[in-house]
């Protein structure tokens, strides 16, 4: 027996040496703590360093910590394993949590209070260049009765902290609400407020006003907003995202006051006002978007899928295209048809009919109405069509302007947009005259050649059949067949021998 109690007398000393050695030297702190970091560290995937752990007022406790090797935050209360009381301070230049940064300074105090399985927590302070406040309950695996606001923030510097593409720039205000959240569940919404916002790949010096509503419920999102400004509006309804399926679905209703803002965008010089509205709907990694514009004074009708988009004109102006395109304005009508442009392979087909067209004034037409003495601009053409085929920057088509009496047809045109060039062979039959010839050189002054020789047989023609009347020139022609009959016969007759 008194071998025992000497064992148990020399096990107590040495846990309460131990007990000592922790709670009442630095060195068994600071052991302590470095066993604490590496708890955290390995439990959160970041590299938490424990600083200072001090444990001479035990229940007190004042702890801080350095994460990721940039902000510090500072502990000071009472903690045990069921419940906690403790006043915290985080601040440094820069914070960094997983794979999440933040590049300017942070500034946050708040409190810690309740058991561990019910832990409240709130705080405000600085962060995002703008003020933040919150307040939350941690349970189990979960976050309940979350409530934060950012105000005055930068956005650009909370996407990028989101890892997201900072395509918004300007101060934010942002409140978040939910009933619980968590990896897997969550319940709340979400609404952000930008009173001078600006999109730098847009328009980087036109400020906008942006309102926008996100509900939460579990994997599915749903959204609407819409953003104003002096070069125009979009509205954004019927917003969807499910997280798991990866598919999203919006309704949008856009109306811009001027295009050429978005010259960089689009990389094409176009001008006017835009009114178009559509759906777009993403899954299985495909895109899919869908809308009308009257932006040419008809319909036309737009769906991109698989880098393909089509397109459908219903009445829609040639003079308007044409214009937005800077091609020369030959031609005034209205056109129905189909136009299907292959993006990734950068070809394009089209195939259209043409209602009510007339011919504009151009060096083309002035040459044609002097050289037959007929003003070819009066005439309305009602059974027209235009085909080509475009790729690398040219344009292969045939326009043929009909109104079962007079015709013009523009066969074998080849028009660069690289050179700026223009080489098409053209039939005109007006009032029975017949031009034929070519147009050659460039979009903006095309140098125009006409067949003489059959300009002039066309006009003699008509003269001829004039001079002798109608029923004497069909009868010269009865006799000049048979003529020709005859003599072949005969020819044949004599090589036959």
């Given at each position: 027996m008194r071998v025992f109690f000497k064992y148990i007398f020399w096990l107590l000393s040495f846990f309460t040496l131990i007990i000592f050695f922790i709670f009442a030297t630095k060195l068994g702190s600071k052991t302590l703590g470095y066993f604490l970091g590496e708890y955290l560290s390995s439990k959160t995937s970041n590299i938490i360093k424990v600083e200072t752990f001090n444990l001479s007022n035990y229940p007190q406790l004042i702890i801080d910590m350095k994460i990721n090797n940039g902000a510090k935050v500072h502990f000071e209360g009472t903690a045990n394993y069921s419940s906690v009381d403790m006043h915290y301070h985080l601040q440094g230049k820069q914070y960094s949590w997983n794979d999440m940064v933040l590049n300017t300074p942070i500034n946050i105090e708040g409190q810690m209070k309740g058991l561990v399985t019910n832990l409240k927590i709130k705080g405000k302070g600085k962060a995002f260049d703008g003020n933040i406040t919150f307040n939350f309950t941690r349970i189990p695996n979960k976050y309940k009765n979350v409530h934060l606001h950012l105000s005055n923030v930068q956005s650009d510097t909370v996407?990028?902290?989101?890892?997201?593409?900072?395509?918004?720039?300007?101060?934010?205000?942002?409140?978040?609400?939910?009933?619980?959240?968590?990896?897997?569940?969550?319940?709340?919404?979400?609404?952000?407020?930008?009173?001078?916002?600006?999109?730098?790949s847009v328009a980087p010096y036109i400020p906008f006003i942006l309102h926008s509503n996100i509900e939460f419920k579990n994997f599915l999102y749903k959204f609407n907003g819409n953003i104003a400004s002096d070069i125009g509006s979009l509205v954004i309804q019927n917003a969807y995202y499910h997280k798991i399926l990866k598919k999203a679905e919006v309704d949008y209703n856009l109306n811009l006051n001027e295009l050429s803002y978005f010259e960089e965008l689009s990389k094409h010089q176009f001008h006017g006002k835009l009114n178009t509205k559509g759906m777009i709907h993403y899954e299985d990694k495909k895109f899919l978007l869908k809308g009308d514009t009257d932006k040419f004074?008809?319909?036309?009708?737009?769906?991109?899928?698989?880098?393909?988009?089509?397109?459908?004109?219903?009445?829609?102006?040639?003079?308007?295209?044409?214009?937005?395109?800077?091609?020369?304005?030959?031609?005034?009508?209205?056109?129905?048809?189909?136009?299907?442009?292959?993006?990734?392979?950068?070809?394009?087909?089209?195939?259209?009919?043409?209602?009510?067209?007339?011919?504009?004034?151009?060096?083309?037409?002035?040459?044609?109405?002097?050289?037959?003495?007929?003003?070819?601009?009066?005439?309305?053409?009602?059974?027209?069509?235009?085909?080509?085929?475009?790729q690398n920057e040219r344009l292969n088509s045939i326009l043929k302007i009909d109104n079962g009496i007079n015709h013009f047809y523009l066969t074998d045109t080849i028009l660069n947009k690289a050179t700026n060039r223009i080489n098409s062979k053209f039939a005109v039959l007006i009032h029975g005259d017949e031009v034929f010839g070519e147009i050659y050189g460039t979009l903006d002054h095309p140098s125009v050649s006409v067949d003489m020789r059959r300009l002039l047989t066309s006009q003699l023609k008509k003269r001829f059949s004039s001079f002798l009347g109608t029923s004497q020139t069909e009868k010269l022609k009865t006799d000049i067949d048979d003529l020709k009959g005859n003599l072949s016969k005969k020819l044949g007759d004599f090589f036959s021998k």
């Amino acid at each position: 027996m008194r071998v025992f109690f000497k064992y148990i007398f020399w096990l107590l000393s040495f846990f309460t040496l131990i007990i000592f050695f922790i709670f009442a030297t630095k060195l068994g702190s600071k052991t302590l703590g470095y066993f604490l970091g590496e708890y955290l560290s390995s439990k959160t995937s970041n590299i938490i360093k424990v600083e200072t752990f001090n444990l001479s007022n035990y229940p007190q406790l004042i702890i801080d910590m350095k994460i990721n090797n940039g902000a510090k935050v500072h502990f000071e209360g009472t903690a045990n394993y069921s419940s906690v009381d403790m006043h915290y301070h985080l601040q440094g230049k820069q914070y960094s949590w997983n794979d999440m940064v933040l590049n300017t300074p942070i500034n946050i105090e708040g409190q810690m209070k309740g058991l561990v399985t019910n832990l409240k927590i709130k705080g405000k302070g600085k962060a995002f260049d703008g003020n933040i406040t919150f307040n939350f309950t941690r349970i189990p695996n979960k976050y309940k009765n979350v409530h934060l606001h950012l105000s005055n923030v930068q956005s650009d510097t909370v996407l990028k902290f989101l890892k997201k593409k900072p395509l918004l720039r300007g101060r934010a205000d942002i409140k978040s609400e939910f009933k619980f959240f968590s990896k897997y569940e969550r319940e709340g919404n979400s609404t952000i407020y930008m009173k001078r916002g600006f999109m730098p790949s847009v328009a980087p010096y036109i400020p906008f006003i942006l309102h926008s509503n996100i509900e939460f419920k579990n994997f599915l999102y749903k959204f609407n907003g819409n953003i104003a400004s002096d070069i125009g509006s979009l509205v954004i309804q019927n917003a969807y995202y499910h997280k798991i399926l990866k598919k999203a679905e919006v309704d949008y209703n856009l109306n811009l006051n001027e295009l050429s803002y978005f010259e960089e965008l689009s990389k094409h010089q176009f001008h006017g006002k835009l009114n178009t509205k559509g759906m777009i709907h993403y899954e299985d990694k495909k895109f899919l978007l869908k809308g009308d514009t009257d932006k040419f004074d008809g319909k036309l009708l737009y769906k991109y899928k698989d880098k393909k988009l089509d397109l459908r004109l219903e009445n829609v102006s040639l003079v308007k295209m044409l214009q937005q395109f800077h091609y020369p304005e030959l031609l005034s009508a209205k056109v129905f048809g189909t136009v299907e442009y292959d993006i990734e392979k950068k070809i394009a087909i089209v195939n259209t009919k043409l209602r009510k067209a007339h011919f504009c004034e151009t060096k083309l037409t002035n040459i044609i109405s002097k050289a037959i003495g007929v003003n070819v601009l009066a005439e309305i053409y009602d059974n027209s069509s235009f085909v080509g085929g475009y790729q690398n920057e040219r344009l292969n088509s045939i326009l043929k302007i009909d109104n079962g009496i007079n015709h013009f047809y523009l066969t074998d045109t080849i028009l660069n947009k690289a050179t700026n060039r223009i080489n098409s062979k053209f039939a005109v039959l007006i009032h029975g005259d017949e031009v034929f010839g070519e147009i050659y050189g460039t979009l903006d002054h095309p140098s125009v050649s006409v067949d003489m020789r059959r300009l002039l047989t066309s006009q003699l023609k008509k003269r001829f059949s004039s001079f002798l009347g109608t029923s004497q020139t069909e009868k010269l022609k009865t006799d000049i067949d048979d003529l020709k009959g005859n003599l072949s016969k005969k020819l044949g007759d004599f090589f036959s021998k």
